[in-house]
C-alpha cells in the first residue's frame, strides 16, 4: 500500500516523492543555473546581425515545444559580454510574459543561444533530476495554474523570476521512477509529433490539389487565358452573383429580432461556428422556431453555403439538413443555381484563389470585411460540367475526411497525454522501476 504525507500546499504526494522548490532543481554548479535574460537596455534591434548568435524570443517558446520561425541574430562579440543570459542545447526556456511560465527545450541545432529579456534559463541538475521529468512537470495544470495565480498585470500577465523559483514541483525521490515516467510522457509526445507532420503534409497536399483541380480540371488537354490565369477551354470565368444568390441579414433585422429561447430548438451560428468545411457547435445560441419564421431570409435549407463576411473570412461550410440552423448578421448566405455544386463553390471560397479575392474587395483594413455586393462579383474559374464539379469537390473532400480523422486522433492523444501528467505527475499512479 502507498503511504501519502500530508503537505501544507493541498495536495498529497507518496511518502517516497518530496515537493521541491523549481530554484532547488537548478544546477548549483552553474552560477547562471537558473536566471533571466538580459534587461531591455542591453539588447535592442540595434544588436541585431543578419547572422551570428540566435535569439531565442518569447515567440519561439511554445506550449512545450520549440516553435522555429522568426528568429533574430545578435553577434558573437555582444552574446559573450552577456554570457550570463547564454542558454544551450536541451536546457529549458521559460517565458515571464503570458501565457506564463510556458516552456520548450533549447533545439540542438546550434551550440549556444542568447534569451530575450523576457526568458528565464532553467539548467537542471541532471545528478539528482531526470531533464525530461522537470520538464514534463513544468507543462502540467498544476504547475501552470501556480504559475497563473502569482502572476501579474491586467491587460497582459507577467510573472517574475523570484515568485517562479518558489513554485514547488512533485518529484521523485528516485531518478529510475522519474525517468520511466519521463519515459511514458516522451512516448506520447512522439505520437503526436508524427501527427502533427501527417497533417502538416495532408494540408500541402489539399493545398496543391486545389491549385491544380481548380485552376485545371480533370483530364482537360486545351487550355485558354482569362482574368484568372489558364483554364481548360471549356470552363468559363463568372461572377458569383451568375451562379448563385447571396442574402445576408441587415443590421437592424438582427438586432430587432435576434433574442435566445431556452426551450428554443433553432442553432443561431455566428462567424466563429463557421470552420473550414465544418460547423464548430460550441457557444451556440438557440432561437425558438416561431423568431424562426421571422427570420425568413436567414434561415438556412439543405445545400446552402455560408461564408463569414466580417472575422472569419476564408471558411465556409455546406449545410447538410433543412431547418436547423440561422445566421447572424456577419454570415452571408449562398444559394447556388442548378449547374452549381455546393461543394465545389464550398472549396472555392476556402481557397488560396479566393483569399486573392478577398484582398481585391477587403473593405477595411483593421478588421477583415467584405460586403456582400462584393462578394457576388467574386470571380470564379467555372467548369460548365457539374459531374466535374462533383468529381473536383470529391477529391478535396476526401482530403479534408483524412484532415478530419488526423485531428481527432491528435486530440485523442493530447487527451490521454493531460490524464497522464494528472496522474503520473502527482504520484496518483506509480511506475514500475
Not at 474559374?381 to 464539379?389: G, K, L, N, R, T
Request: hydrophobic share 35%; aromatic share 8%.
Amino acid at each position: 500500500m502507498i503511504k501519502f504525507n500530508k503537505i501544507s500546499f493541498q495536495k498529497d504526494i507518496p511518502d517516497t516523492w518530496s515537493r521541491i522548490p523549481l530554484y532547488e532543481l537548478r544546477n548549483k554548479k552553474d552560477r547562471y543555473g537558473f536566471t533571466g535574460g538580459p534587461f531591455g537596455s542591453d539588447l535592442k534591434s540595434e544588436h541585431y546581425t543578419e547572422s551570428g548568435i540566435k535569439i531565442l524570443q518569447l515567440q519561439n517558446i511554445g506550449e512545450g515545444k520549440f516553435i522555429d520561425k522568426g528568429i533574430v541574430y545578435t553577434s558573437e562579440q555582444k552574446a559573450d559580454e552577456l554570457i550570463s543570459c547564454n542558454i544551450y542545447p536541451g536546457e529549458i526556456i521559460l517565458a515571464k510574459m503570458a501565457p506564463v511560465a510556458r516552456c520548450c527545450k533549447v533545439p540542438s541545432t546550434d551550440e549556444r543561444y542568447l534569451m530575450c529579456s523576457d526568458g528565464i534559463r532553467l539548467s537542471v541538475d541532471t545528478h539528482k533530476f531526470d531533464n525530461e521529468f522537470v520538464f514534463q512537470s513544468l507543462n502540467s495544470k498544476y504547475f501552470r495554474d501556480e504559475a497563473e495565480s502569482k502572476s501579474t498585470g491586467t491587460t497582459r500577465a507577467r510573472i517574475g523570476l523570484n515568485e517562479l523559483k518558489q513554485i514547488c514541483l512533485y518529484v521523485p525521490n528516485s531518478v529510475q521512477e522519474q525517468q520511466k515516467i519521463a519515459e511514458i510522457l516522451s512516448t506520447v509526445d512522439e505520437k503526436i509529433e508524427v501527427i502533427d507532420q501527417q497533417i502538416i503534409q495532408t494540408q500541402e497536399l489539399k493545398k496543391g490539389l486545389m491549385q491544380r483541380l481548380l485552376t485545371k480540371g480533370i483530364g482537360h488537354t486545351e487550355f485558354k487565358d482569362s482574368t484568372l490565369g489558364m483554364i481548360p477551354e471549356s470552363w468559363e470565368v463568372v461572377e458569383l452573383d451568375e451562379i448563385s444568390s447571396t442574402t445576408r441579414l441587415a443590421g437592424y433585422e438582427y438586432s430587432e429580432y435576434w433574442e435566445e429561447s431556452i426551450d428554443g430548438e433553432i442553432t443561431a451560428l455566428r462567424g466563429y461556428n463557421i470552420g473550414k468545411n465544418k460547423l464548430l457547435l460550441h457557444n451556440v445560441i438557440k432561437i425558438s422556431e416561431e423568431l424562426s419564421q421571422k427570420l425568413i431570409r436567414s434561415r438556412l435549407f439543405k445545400g446552402n453555403v455560408v461564408f463569414p463576411c466580417v472575422g472569419t473570412i476564408g471558411n465556409a461550410i455546406v449545410i447538410e439538413e433543412n431547418d436547423k440552423y440561422h445566421i447572424n448578421q456577419n454570415i452571408a448566405k449562398i444559394t447556388p443555381n442548378d449547374n452549381l455544386d455546393s461543394y465545389f463553390l464550398m472549396q472555392y471560397l476556402i481557397s488560396p484563389m479566393c483569399k486573392n479575392e478577398i484582398k481585391r474587395f477587403n473593405a477595411t483594413t483593421s478588421q477583415p470585411n467584405v460586403l456582400v455586393g462584393s462578394l457576388r462579383k467574386f470571380r470564379i474559374p467555372f467548369p460548365s460540367s457539374i459531374s466535374e464539379q462533383i468529381k473536383i469537390s470529391r477529391i478535396l473532400g476526401s482530403v479534408d475526411d483524412k484532415l478530419e480523422i488526423l485531428s481527432e486522433k491528435k486530440t485523442h492523444y493530447q487527451e490521454l497525454k493531460q490524464g497522464l501528467m494528472q496522474q503520473l505527475l502527482t504520484g496518483k499512479i506509480r511506475v514500475k522501476v
